[in-house]
């Protein structure tokens, strides 16, 4: 399995930006699919998933302003980010696997977010 991430960049607080995450390999190992990042100096944290279903979950910290979606056909996660804030500031990563975030999920090489004014 691999997985290819790309959309991360500098955006002033309140802008938006979309991640996008392309997966290859064997489907059935790639029933949930999500995004987790790391701001410099923390640890990593969830921060959405969706299942192969569309069955979505957030973390509070971007609830209503996050959404996450996926294609099934191309395998691809995408992640919709509005009215970014400072503590936004983090790379990015996609996530996939059987259980997301699981030692045996597969993880993608990272994107950097920046909010910044």
């Known amino acids: 399995v691999q997985l290819q991430a790309s959309g991360g960049g500098l955006v002033q607080p309140g802008g938006s930006l979309r991640l996008s995450c392309a997966a290859s390999?064997?489907?059935?190992?790639?029933?949930?699919m999500g995004w987790y990042r790391q701001a410099l100096g923390k640890q990593r944290e969830f921060i959405a998933k969706?299942?192969?279903?569309?069955?979505?979950d957030y973390a509070d910290s971007v609830k209503g302003r996050f959404t996450i979606s996926r294609d099934n056909a191309r395998i691809t996660v995408d992640l919709q980010m509005n009215s970014l804030k400072p503590e936004d500031t983090a790379v990015y990563y996609c996530?996939?696997?059987?259980?997301?975030?699981?030692?045996?999920?597969?993880w993608g090489q990272g994107t950097q977010v920046t909010v910044s004014s």
């Open positions: 996530n996939a696997g059987l259980v997301l975030g699981a030692p045996s999920s597969y």
């Open positions: 390999g064997p489907r059935f190992l790639l029933n949930n």
């Open positions: 969706i299942s192969s279903g569309g069955i979505t």
